[in-house]
């Protein structure tokens, strides 16, 4: 059967054999075409690998081998069987792409080759980053691949900026796609404006190979190109200005060493305090053009601003305090000057004499007063007269209180009494002022402590300036003694209400101890006359006994007639002088010797001895220390008087009784 005919083979087939009983008896695929029976290749069970071996190697061949759409489909035919041919026939047959890459196993290459296009192959489970590099090794390019792969992906993929960027990415979308780094776009042809516009940034730019001129150029900050670590010599170099650098962040130090001017530094916004921390000179600062108060901003006190030639009147107006200048040396005239006020002058510390000369005098004194606020003692220390101030206003109470004495208000014409009225005490007027008379100044009201304070004696004041006893009693305390001391007269202390004994013990009142010759009747005030007769006159007891009871004490003497001396005196007690003796018997008393021998004699004498046998005393008749007058005794009227002892019946002698 193997060699006959093909019309013998067809004559089987119509004689009922089927296709697989042929296949099944030996018949071969060539033979099934010889025999005009080749639509039979596939019934017969021939594989598609059979029909390739025997020249069906298109799809339609195979079709026309009875190998259909779907018989194809069901079959497990590898890639390798097809041609590119095939496979666009396989596509124009209505293969899809997911039937020929999951049934028959064909890769991205040949699917590409059979004309397949990417949105089919992508549709077919060719997708994502894998699906983009595979297809970019089948030799797919981004114009066909980017509808249907996002930019990301196909950078993943393995295409180039370049490749991307002639197939029409922008640059925005290639950024966007991630890790592509700036040194690849620029090799792309990107410029570095491009680049710029997509964010990158300086430093990236900077690992690109970019200057930073080109940086410059592209819009880029001097700040961003400082922060990518430009050096700040290729800031300067690529054409940055001094404004730049500053709003980069380059310090005043920075640029001093660059070489930059103050000046220029000055005009890009930096300030003195920035300088100063960049090692500038506050000497180079000034002639940069910085103000007083920027300088002062800086941390500049006011003695390096003085010592660079700012002037007070520039400080001030920087807000430097005139405490502030002056301790830097502003003199008082140049605070004057820049418009300090004398108040302000005395507020930090100028005195009067400071403030006076910093006016050149021209101030007044009411003006230092009422302007500067000086007080009137200030001006008084600074050597004002009382005049000048009494002339500005100020009353002489404050000048008292300011310290002016009373001798500079009395050179000032300020009469005493004003003085007085406004507080002077004594003591001022009168060691102050040199007033010495007592009595005016008792007169205007001052008493007499204070006026002993201010030097006066007691007795000055006593008997000058006429105080009373009671006056001076009520300021001291003063004994009898001291009042004595003082000038009283024993009849002022008796008035005053001392009685004779005090008086007599403070030595006021004369009753000296003993018998006294030749005494003054000066000492008499304080005394009261009791009796005074002529020597001839007869003394009775009664005149002796009629001595007033409330006296203390009594004085006994002898004296010529219209004499204003006594010629013997002597004084004791009211009770002594009366004590009745015996004859010839004396008793003493006050450093004398006192008898009252009745219907004999009275008397007194230097000692206890006297004779009274003759009336009257007789003893030692020289003696100047005896007074003798009969007592009681006819018409016998005194007898003795000193050494006088013929008296009895003379009328020019007197004899005299006073108590006290």
């Not at 922060?227 to 640029?255: F, K, Q, S």
């Not at 305090?321 to 008082?332: D, E, H, I, N, S």
């Not at 018998?515 to 005030?525: C, M």
Request: proline share 3%; aromatic share 10%; glycine share 10%.
């Amino acid at each position: 059967d193997q060699g006959l005919e093909p019309l013998r083979l067809l004559q089987r087939r119509r004689l009922l054999e089927t296709p697989e009983e042929l296949r099944k008896a030996g018949v071969t695929v060539p033979e099934f075409v010889q025999a005009g029976i080749e639509h039979d290749i596939q019934y017969a069970g021939f594989s598609v690998v059979d029909a390739r071996e025997a020249g069906f190697s298109t799809v339609a061949g195979l079709e026309q081998a009875g190998f259909h759409m779907q018989a194809l489909k069901e079959m497990n035919v590898k890639h390798d069987a097809f041609s590119p041919e095939d496979l666009q026939g396989l596509r124009l047959s209505g293969f899809p792409a997911m039937v020929a890459r999951k049934k028959f196993k064909c890769n991205c290459h040949q699917l590409r080759a059979g004309g397949y296009m990417v949105t089919e192959i992508a549709e077919s489970g060719i997708w994502g980053v894998n699906g983009a590099t595979a297809l970019r090794d089948a030799g797919f390019t981004v114009e066909e691949m980017m509808s249907d792969f996002s930019v990301a992906q196909l950078r993943a993929g393995g295409f180039t900026a370049s490749e991307m960027q002639r197939g029409g990415i922008s640059l925005k979308k290639i950024r966007e796609s991630g890790s592509v780094t700036a040194l690849e776009l620029r090799e792309a042809g990107f410029s570095a404006v491009d680049l710029r516009d997509a964010y990158f940034t300086a430093m990236q730019m900077k690992d690109a190979g970019y200057t930073a001129l080109d940086l410059r150029e592209a819009g880029y900050t001097a700040a961003q190109l400082k922060y990518a670590r430009y050096r700040i010599v290729e800031l300067r170099d690529a054409g940055y200005n001094t404004a730049d650098m500053r709003h980069a962040g380059c310090t005043a130090y920075d640029l001093r060493v660059l070489g930059y001017l103050p000046v220029q530094l000055r005009d890009a916004g930096y300030t003195a305090r920035d300088m100063q921390a960049g090692g500038f000179t506050v000497t180079s600062m000034r002639q940069a053009g910085f103000s007083a108060s920027e300088l002062q901003e800086a941390g500049y006190k006011a003695g390096e601003l003085l010592a660079v030639g700012i002037t007070c009147a520039e400080l001030l107006e920087a807000h430097f305090t005139p405490t502030a200048l002056k301790f830097a040396g502003c003199t008082p005239a140049e605070l004057y000057e820049a418009g300090v006020s004398t108040l302000e002058l005395r507020d930090i510390g100028c005195d009067v004499d400071d403030v006076f000369g910093a006016t050149q005098g021209k101030v007044t004194v009411k003006q230092l007063l009422e302007e500067a606020g000086f007080s009137p003692k200030e001006l008084r220390d600074a050597g004002r007269t009382a005049k000048e101030l009494l002339d500005a206003g100020v009353s002489v109470r404050k000048c008292r209180v300011s310290g002016y004495s009373a001798g500079d208000l009395k050179e000032a014409g300020i009469p005493v009494d004003e003085m007085k009225r406004n507080g002077y005490t004594a003591k001022e007027l009168v060691v102050d002022a040199g007033f010495t008379d007592a009595k005016e100044l008792r007169l205007m009201g001052f008493r007499f402590g204070a006026l002993k304070l201010a030097g006066f004696s007691d007795r000055t004041l006593v008997l000058d300036a006429k105080f009373t006893v009671h006056e001076v009693v009520k300021a001291t305390g003063y004994s009898a003694f001291k009042l004595s001391e003082a000038g009283f007269k024993p009849s002022e202390l008796k008035a005053a209400g001392f009685d004779a004994d005090t008086l007599v013990k403070a030595g006021s009142l004369w009753a000296p101890p003993g018998v006294h010759n030749d005494v003054p009747e000066t000492v008499l005030d304080g005394w009261e006359l009791h009796r005074l007769d002529p020597y001839d006159h007869a003394t009775s007891d009664k005149d002796l006994i009629s001595i007033p009871e409330q006296s203390h004490w009594v004085l006994i003497a002898a004296r010529k007639k219209n004499s204003s001396t006594l010629h013997v005196a002597a004084a004791a007690p009211r009770s002594a002088v009366l004590t009745k003796t015996a004859l010839n018997q004396t008793h003493e008393s006050n450093g004398a010797f006192w008898y009252r021998c009745p219907r004999r004699a009275f008397g007194f004498a230097n000692t206890r001895h006297i004779n009274l046998d003759a009336v009257a005393d007789w003893y030692d008749p020289e003696s100047e220390k005896r007074l003798s007058w009969v007592l009681d005794h006819n018409s016998w009227g005194g007898r003795r008087a000193g050494s006088r002892c013929d008296l009895a019946f003379e009328d020019t002698w007197e004899k005299c009784i006073w108590f006290s």
